[in-house]
């Protein structure tokens, strides 16, 4: 087997894992798993990593199952956590948990045939036919209080460090956690349960109940991923707009693109090691193409790029690379009219409005008129007349003179008019 811990740590995304988990990745085709929490019916880039990992897993020949937590979910992982989370009803819980299962079937193929096909499980599936008593029987009498106190995820809490206490429904989370992977050992095989490092007490638990239930002779490790921070400290995976999600029904493949290009200089290099399969002699090439140059953000394009074409398709990034030039590049009135509301109201976000009268356009009006009483853009005719002139007016990307009529042919997405003056100076007429 290639070694895949050796792959993890150069990529940044080795934290730490329990001893014999290499030796173990390295003897034979294995396999691992990674649980997802359903509190929202959709995944965020801040799950991004366990997802490329269980990629990477595939790809190194071991076979990765990922498992949504319906019955996890119920409880709420207390895990960095200060304050009890408020339980979610079944129907939301179903709803979040189909929508994980979307995004995740979008980068695992769990209908491959190959020896070492993904496999999706819900644990609500095991866990929603055991009693009480029996889980405290079979399960509970095997790990101690004092060990669960242990953990540092239940002893801040406990200690006051953080919230105020903690509920004996949050506190038997580890031994539900501990039992997935129990189960998941008894009936798929499965040897190894991965991470970010927030989950090392709760996955800990879980190697130490398979050692427990799964008889003298039962092995389990463990593996985690560090948690990803920008270079200033702050938190990985939020934009001012909250949260970068990976559905473009909740954040537009333009802004998930815009993110990424974004990053800083430090904030890319690490995250194209991270959060792309690119080798790393080709990394290593960007990083020094990108140190002589650094103007011209290699890294962030070609970070962008790859992750973009991941979680969208190689389409998309055509559409949002399209939609960066309409603001930065030379586009035309023709690009400007392929965009969608969503996007091109994102490519423009913060730029002047004004509405106009639908019969206004219809019968056409002229571009003075529309300049200066209808949007405001120019504060008169006259200075409105003196910019026409100066040839420093477009419309869609287009100059325009004096004489140009604006009528329900220039609409973008049927709607919109955009007028520019100079350069920079953008006002965006909404037709209502």
Request: net charge negative.
């Given at each position: 087997m290639k070694n895949l811990v050796e792959e993890l740590k150069w990529r940044g995304l080795y934290a730490d894992s329990m001893p014999g988990t290499e030796e173990q990745l390295l003897k034979e085709a294995t396999t691992a798993y990674i649980g997802f929490d359903p509190t929202a019916d959709s995944l965020h880039i801040g799950s991004m990593v366990q997802i490329i990992?269980?990629?990477?897993?595939?790809?190194?020949?071991?076979?990765?199952?990922?498992?949504?937590?319906?019955?996890?979910?119920?409880?709420?992982?207390?895990?960095?956590?200060?304050?009890?989370?408020?339980?979610?009803?079944?129907?939301?819980?179903?709803?979040n948990v189909a929508g994980i299962k979307s995004v995740l079937s979008r980068f695992l193929d769990f209908n491959s045939t190959d020896k070492n096909a993904p496999i999706m499980v819900n644990n609500y599936d095991w866990m929603k036919e055991f009693s009480f008593i029996d889980f405290a029987r079979e399960v509970g009498k095997r790990i101690t209080v004092n060990y669960m106190m242990a953990k540092d995820s239940v002893k801040k809490r406990l200690n006051g460090e953080i919230g105020e206490g903690m509920s004996f429904t949050e506190f038997t989370y580890q031994l539900i956690q501990g039992y997935d992977f129990y189960h998941l050992y008894k009936n798929n095989n499965c040897m190894l349960q991965m991470g970010g490092s927030d989950q090392w007490g709760n996955i800990t638990t879980g190697t130490e109940l398979v050692r427990r239930m799964g008889g003298e002779n039962a092995k389990a490790f463990a593996l985690t991923t560090p948690l990803i921070t920008k270079a200033d400290g702050s938190k990985f995976g939020k934009s001012e707009g909250g949260n970068i999600w990976l559905d473009a029904d909740k954040t537009s493949v333009y802004k998930?693109?815009?993110?990424?290009?974004?990053?800083?200089?430090?904030?890319?290099?690490?995250?194209?090691?991270?959060?792309?399969?690119?080798?790393?002699?080709?990394?290593?090439?960007?990083?020094?193409?990108?140190?002589?140059?650094?103007?011209?953000?290699?890294?962030?394009?070609?970070?962008?790029?790859?992750?973009?074409?991941?979680?969208?398709?190689?389409?998309?990034?055509?559409?949002?690379?399209?939609?960066?030039?309409?603001?930065?590049g030379n586009s035309s009135s023709e690009d400007l009219k392929q965009l969608d509301e969503t996007t091109f109201l994102e490519v423009f976000d913060g730029v002047p409005q004004a509405e106009i009268a639908r019969a206004d356009i219809e019968n056409g009006i002229n571009i003075v008129d529309v300049l200066n009483e209808k949007s405001g853009f120019f504060k008169s005719n006259g200075e409105a007349r003196r910019a026409l002139t100066a040839n420093s007016i477009s419309v869609n990307r287009e100059k325009i003179k004096e004489d140009f009529v604006l009528t329900a042919n220039d609409l973008v997405n049927n709607q919109f008019v955009l007028l520019q003056s100079g350069k920079k100076n953008y006002f965006i007429l909404r037709v209502v």
């Open positions: 990992l269980l990629v990477h897993l595939k790809n190194f020949g071991h076979q990765p199952i990922a498992l949504v937590g319906g019955a996890t979910g119920m409880i709420g992982d207390p895990s960095g956590k200060s304050d009890e989370r408020n339980l979610l009803n079944e129907e939301t819980l179903a709803k998930f693109y815009q993110f990424w290009l974004n990053s800083t200089d430090v904030d890319a290099e690490k995250y194209i090691k991270i959060f792309t399969f690119l080798d790393k002699e080709v990394i290593d090439g960007l990083i020094e193409e990108h140190k002589v140059a650094p103007h011209l953000r290699v890294l962030q394009k070609r970070l962008a790029e790859e992750i973009t074409t991941f979680v969208h398709s190689k389409e998309e990034l055509e559409k949002a690379i399209q939609a960066s030039n309409i603001l930065f």
